[in-house]
């Protein structure tokens, strides 16, 4: 079954740091783009990284603070996220091209 999940998330202060992960599993072949997305209930799902063999690009909301990374494992991704705001807070998916989405990962930052 191919299934994608993402762990990391925490409750954190302002000016902290989070490293969140994305494996997917059942899957044999490399997968060569990814997206990380956030959501606020009541807001739609935005894109805050993408990924791919060639470049990373970010939302201007979190350049210079976030950095995606894949990992050595098959299918596994990164998202290291530092000086976290409050604005910050949401709920953190993954999407592998192709793949199912995950329930995500809750990110909370208090001031």
């Known amino acids: 079954q191919v299934r994608t999940v993402e762990s990391g998330g925490a409750l954190v202060q302002a000016g902290g740091s989070l490293r969140l992960s994305c494996t997917v599993s059942g899957v044999n072949s490399r997968i060569n783009f990814m997206d990380w997305y956030r959501q606020v209930p009541g807001n739609e799902r935005e894109v805050v990284a993408s990924?791919?063999?060639?470049?990373?690009d970010y939302a201007d909301s979190v350049k210079g603070r976030f950095t995606l990374s894949r990992g050595s494992a098959r299918n596994t991704w990164y998202l290291q996220m530092n000086s976290l705001k409050p604005e910050d807070t949401a709920i953190y998916y993954c999407k592998p091209d192709r793949m199912p989405w995950g329930q995500g990962t809750q990110v909370t930052v208090s001031s």
């Open positions: 990924y791919s063999e060639y470049r990373t």
